[in-house]
């Protein structure tokens, strides 16, 4: 895009174009920049690179153009049609890692410190409630584990504790996808000035813009929907403080070493120009799995915010686009049962992670959250016999056609 003043209209067109800029030798795609540092012309020039606030071609670590139109990209998506305060369209800045565990990993060591305490909920991600658990806690810093489904209790929580600095939302959250309402959620911690960020990756920001409520973070495990095609680990953070994103934030990323790499970035940037075609496809995909599978003698339970027997249909429905392309279900075998649906499937993908174009299919207690105790893991509703499924683009037939000689004689 050559006019720098057309501003795309429709999602797609933003996941498109947003971010880019051309490039001075007119390759259409930005290249893949894989250098280390970058040329300055004259000592003046150097200086002022280092000296301005956004710190543009000094040295890969600190930023490179390959990871600036992702960066832009998403920040554009995340924003989409969202205003600030003054009623102007929302501006955000993100920050580009090297995985979801980094992006975390700079959001929480930048905003907290010894002393205070982070409020989180139950059944997150297995790697994040790690890192809260063993790292941050190592640090001084204190998770604390709630249901924030109870908004009075929740209240209490940061009425009674001014050590609660932060609130930590991850919704739609493995692999029960419990959702917890946002608006309310922003709504308490703003009043009593605490700060919120929040966990996209299961919905992406084609269904969901945290943004719109007020918090004020945003991070993504890009290995996921964003990328799309699962060629590259990769994270980002992403703040409305503008300031503070270029400066402690930058820093932090930057004295971490969570960099992302340039071949990892493009492989993002051309995953995300599709996101809205394959979410649509996701979502569309999952419904049919969901009522497919609900119906089926063989299984006993089915976990899908699209279904009004899951106990935050509501909320899913208030909040995010379509109920998304994430679910879990029970066998009635149980275990056993469990294990030779897993060992029957012939195309859908034995494997963990999700948000890729095959149909994944995991066992949450022996993989995703083998790291956390069976008695947490029953606390967030991983049962042992529970499989999780990220459904993927194929066409429906052929994955209700794989499912269904999968349960044949279970
Ligand atoms: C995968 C994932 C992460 C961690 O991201 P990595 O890219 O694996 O480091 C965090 N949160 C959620 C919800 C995830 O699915």
């Given amino acids: 895009m050559s006019n720098k003043n057309f501003t795309c209209s429709g999602w797609s067109s933003t996941a498109i174009h947003g971010g880019h800029e051309p490039d001075p030798n007119s390759s259409?795609?930005?290249?893949?920049?894989?250098?280390?540092?970058?040329?300055?012309?004259?000592?003046?020039?150097?200086?002022?690179?280092?000296?301005?606030?956004?710190?543009?071609?000094?040295?890969?670590?600190?930023?490179n153009p390959t990871f600036k139109e992702c960066e832009q990209k998403i920040a554009a998506l995340?924003?989409?049609?969202?205003?600030?305060?003054?009623?102007?369209?929302?501006?955000?800045?993100?920050?580009?890692?090297a995985s979801g565990q980094a992006a975390m990993a700079t959001l929480f060591f930048s905003t907290l410190q010894a002393g205070d305490k982070i409020l989180s909920h139950h059944s997150l991600y297995g790697g994040t409630f790690e890192l809260l658990n063993k790292v941050l806690a190592n640090s001084g810093i204190q998770p604390i584990i709630e249901d924030l489904h109870d908004l009075n209790k929740t209240e209490e929580w940061l009425r009674n504790d001014p050590?609660?600095?932060?609130?930590?939302?991850?919704?739609?959250?493995?692999?029960?996808?419990?959702c917890v309402d946002l608006e309310a959620l922003t709504a308490l911690a703003r009043q009593y000035g605490k700060l919120v960020s929040v966990d996209n990756t299961f919905a992406t920001p084609y269904l969901q813009q945290p943004f719109r409520y007020g918090v004020d973070f945003v991070f993504h495990s890009t290995t996921k929907f964003l990328n799309g095609h699962g060629t590259a680990i990769?994270?980002?953070?992403?703040?409305?403080?503008?300031?503070?994103?270029?400066?402690?934030?930058w820093k932090w990323h930057a004295l971490l070493g969570g960099n992302a790499n340039p071949f990892d970035?493009?492989?993002?940037?051309?995953?995300?120009?599709?996101?809205?075609?394959?979410?649509?496809?996701?979502?569309?995909n999952a419904m049919e799995v969901a009522h497919f599978l609900d119906q089926h003698p063989a299984i006993a339970k089915v976990n899908y915010t699209g279904l009004p027997s899951?106990?935050?249909?509501?909320?899913?429905?208030?909040q995010m686009r379509h109920p998304g392309p994430m679910m879990s279900f029970e066998l009635q075998g149980g275990l056993d049962a469990g294990k030779q649906f897993i060992n029957n499937l012939q195309m859908c993908t034995r494997a963990v992670s999700l948000g890729t174009v095959d149909t994944l299919v995991s066992h949450p207690a022996s993989m995703s959250h083998a790291?956390?105790?069976?008695?947490?893991?029953?606390?967030?509703?991983?049962?042992?016999?529970?499989?999780?499924?990220?459904?993927?683009i194929e066409n429906i037939?052929?994955?209700?056609?794989?499912?269904?000689q999968a349960l044949t004689d279970l």
């Avoid at 990769?234 to 503070?244: C, S």
């Avoid at 970035?265 to 569309?284: F, P, S, V, W």
């Avoid at 899951?310 to 208030?318: E, L, N, R, T, V």
Wanted: charge should be negative; hydrophobic fraction near 40%; glycine fraction near 8%.
């Fill in 28 to 63: 259409h795609i930005t290249p893949i920049y894989a250098t280390s540092t970058f040329v300055f012309d004259t000592a003046e020039e150097g200086m002022e690179r280092f000296a301005s606030l956004d710190k543009e071609k000094v040295y890969s670590r600190w930023g």
């Fill in 78 to 97: 995340e924003a989409f049609g969202l205003t600030d305060e003054a009623g102007q369209p929302l501006q955000l800045k993100a920050l580009l890692h």
């Fill in 234 to 249: 990769g994270g980002v953070l992403l703040g409305r403080d503008i300031h503070f994103m270029k400066t402690k934030a």
């Fill in 371 to 392: 790291g956390v105790s069976r008695e947490d893991r029953l606390l967030f509703g991983i049962t042992d016999g529970l499989i999780r499924m990220s459904v993927g």
């Fill in 310 to 318: 899951h106990p935050d249909y509501y909320i899913s429905a208030k």
């Fill in 265 to 284: 970035a493009y492989l993002l940037t051309q995953g995300i120009k599709t996101l809205e075609l394959r979410m649509e496809r996701h979502c569309h």
């Fill in 163 to 178: 050590a609660i600095k932060m609130i930590h939302i991850e919704t739609p959250a493995n692999p029960t996808i419990q």
């Fill in 397 to 404: 037939e052929d994955i209700l056609n794989d499912l269904s």
